[in-house]
């Protein structure tokens, strides 16, 4: 049974750091793109970061570049998200999601490309 369990959310004060995990079962990682998404109240889901498995390759949404660092350990099938700087607007329910290689090309930042899903993790960033 696929399955891909996200964890590592919490409260934090504006500046500080967490790092979410996304570990997956019933496949391996290492064939596939993995996105980061995140979704705020009231607004859309949006893609933060994704990696190509195969090349290590990583994207970022703008917004969060320079503080955000995806990585991925293929011996432990987890894919990380290291969130430093954290800002309030980065608050929302964290998504990590799973789809084929071949959407890392130009395609990764895209929710709607992805089939297979976590459950998500909240984060909030406040004083």
């Known amino acids: 049974q696929l399955q891909l369990v996200e964890s590592g959310g919490g409260l934090v004060q504006p500046g500080g750091s967490l790092r979410l995990s996304c570990a997956a079962s019933?496949?391996?990682?290492?064939?596939?793109?993995v996105g980061w998404f995140r979704q705020a109240p009231g607004k859309e889901r949006e893609g933060v970061s994704c990696?190509?498995?195969?090349?290590?390759?990583?994207k970022y949404a703008d917004s969060v570049k320079g503080r955000f660092t995806i990585s991925i350990d293929n011996a432990k099938n987890t894919v990380y998200l290291q969130m430093n700087s954290l800002r309030p607007e980065d608050t929302g329910i964290y998504y990590c999601?799973?789809?084929?290689?071949?959407?890392?090309?130009?395609?990764?930042?895209?929710?709607?490309?992805?089939?297979?899903w976590g459950q998500g993790t909240q984060v909030t960033v406040s004083s």
């Open positions: 019933g496949y391996t990682l290492n064939y596939y793109t």
């Open positions: 999601a799973v789809g084929p290689q071949i959407l890392f090309q130009s395609m990764c930042m895209d929710p709607a490309k992805y089939n297979s």
């Open positions: 990696i190509s498995s195969r090349s290590g390759s990583t």
